[in-house]
């Protein structure tokens, strides 16, 4: 931790007009982003006379990852987003020169005196304001859904699909990642790709930013309740809003209950406050093809971490539990969609 | 008679829980070992019943595939399926048990999207048997506890 401390300070001092004396203290890693290496530090400088202490973000490359990322593309969506009504830290450096921390990495905003943990929804102070968290959650994803991004930097790196090219291109997508990643065959996974393919959903209302990642545990909120910076943007994209929309309410997320996606407030209301916010209505034939599609993109997401395990790749325990545990979930959330059509068919 | 394995996975996983976890101090640390204990927990709860899981599995895909090879038309699909329906593991190794289920299961999306296409009666009695089978498949391997 010593070493990369003494490099982020050179990296500093290279990239911060005026500053002198940089130093890094309280490095420390945070638990979670299985995608990218996350630190935490703070950051003294001189400059002009001033005695300046910043909280700051590192987010590297790992060697490996449960998704491959662009790694410009996170980086992107936190300028897009900042100072907009979505509220994301302020993103500062991004890096790809290996020269300085051996693979890139961007630098942003700490954002202090928040939790991200769905399970310290369940106790106070936290259980408190639940709502109120809830309430933000839902709005904020109207918010991206509704966000016009045209002639940003995000827009540039990101390719727009046909309002009813969204849900073939996911899904392609997807299918590609079991199709390289599986371990052994999955036969519920591919019936659900199979219904996917034969009962398509209408055209997007609107293509527009699709997080990728929305849920609860990617996003930090204070004791207040205020929703205070949406995080782990590294899946962001063009498409259908009711692609993430059916991700943040796909059940693994509110496990054994679906009747509060993401432990927080009823789905109704939830479905009321993003349409509100979002100026869309949610299609319920539309959005049960994203739900389900949730599922296959889950389970992807899972068969990944676990080829990443079982190659070596990356050892870390969550690649197991990923393997393990939400695929067990994923796979029972399937089987209740898929088969009672097919019984009541009999 | 020594302690059995899952009796030991699940003691070594309490103990990270009460014992190891406490005393750290980076949450770093504390996330990565609640994790390991979490997997620890998981896996006395597999060792206890993988070889029963797979073999019903196996069972159950056997079934399924007798059946379907007096329905199906003469071609690669049904010597396929008749083939599967005799197939057995090596031994009671799990690896061999995993290899013969990954054989079927790979047998079973061809039978099953070949199904699905096929809209008469066997075939739709055929569809449900096999969700049948996903189902209980899913809750013989399902975990009793959740990190979500």
Known sequence: ?346 | MNPTVNDVLGALSGHLFSEVLPLLSASYAQADTMMAALLLAGAAEEYGRAAEVRSADIREMRELFAEAARRLPPGALRDRVAAAAAHEAKSLRIADLDACRDELAGTLIALHGTVEATRETWACELDARIWQHLRASTQRRAMATSPF
């Open chain 1, 1 to 346: 931790m010593g070493d990369l401390a003494a490099r982020l300070e050179e990296y500093l001092s290279a990239r911060i007009a005026g500053a002198r004396d940089i130093r890094v203290v309280d490095l420390a890693r945070i638990h979670g982003g299985a995608s990218r290496e996350t630190y935490r530090f703070t950051a003294h400088w001189s400059e002009d006379d001033r005695e300046i202490e910043r909280g700051l973000i590192l987010r590297r490359d790992p060697t490996s990852s449960l998704i491959e990322t662009e790694r410009a593309l996170e980086f992107a969506a936190y300028r897009a987003f900042h100072g907009s009504g979505v509220p994301v830290p302020e993103p500062l450096f991004f890096e790809t020169d290996p020269r300085w921390l051996e693979r890139p990495f961007f630098v942003m905003e700490e954002i202090s005196g928040c939790q991200a943990s769905p399970m310290a929804l369940a106790a106070p102070p936290y259980a408190d304001v639940r709502e109120r968290i809830g309430e933000a959650k839902w709005r904020i994803l109207g918010r991206i859904a509704r966000m016009d991004v045209a002639g940003t930097e995000l827009a540039r790196t990101l390719e727009a699909p046909a309002p009813g090219e969204c849900w073939s291109r996911e899904l392609a997508k997807w299918e590609k990642v079991l199709d390289e990643d599986e371990l052994g065959p999955q036969p519920i996974v591919r019936a659900a790709i199979r219904r996917l393919r034969r009962e398509p959903p209408s055209p997007a209302a609107r293509v527009g930013v699709v997080h990728g990642d929305y849920r609860t545990g990617n996003f930090l909120y204070d004791e207040r309740g205020d929703v205070r910076a949406i995080l782990d943007w590294e899946m962001c994209h063009l498409g259908d809003p009711l692609e993430d929309l059916a991700w943040a309410m796909t059940p693994l997320w509110a496990w054994p209950d679906a009747s509060k996606p993401g432990k927080l407030i009823a789905r109704e209301r939830a479905l009321a406050l993003w349409e509100a916010e979002s100026g869309l209505n949610v299609d319920s034939k539309a959005f049960a093809w994203w739900e389900l599609f949730s599922c296959v993109k889950g389970i992807a997401i899972w068969t990944s971490s676990a080829r990443e395990f079982a190659d070596g790749k990356s050892r870390a325990p969550i690649n197991v539990a990923a393997a393990w545990y939400a695929t067990d979930i994923h796979n029972r959330v399937l089987v209740d969609m898929l088969a009672p059509k097919v019984e009541a068919a009999s």
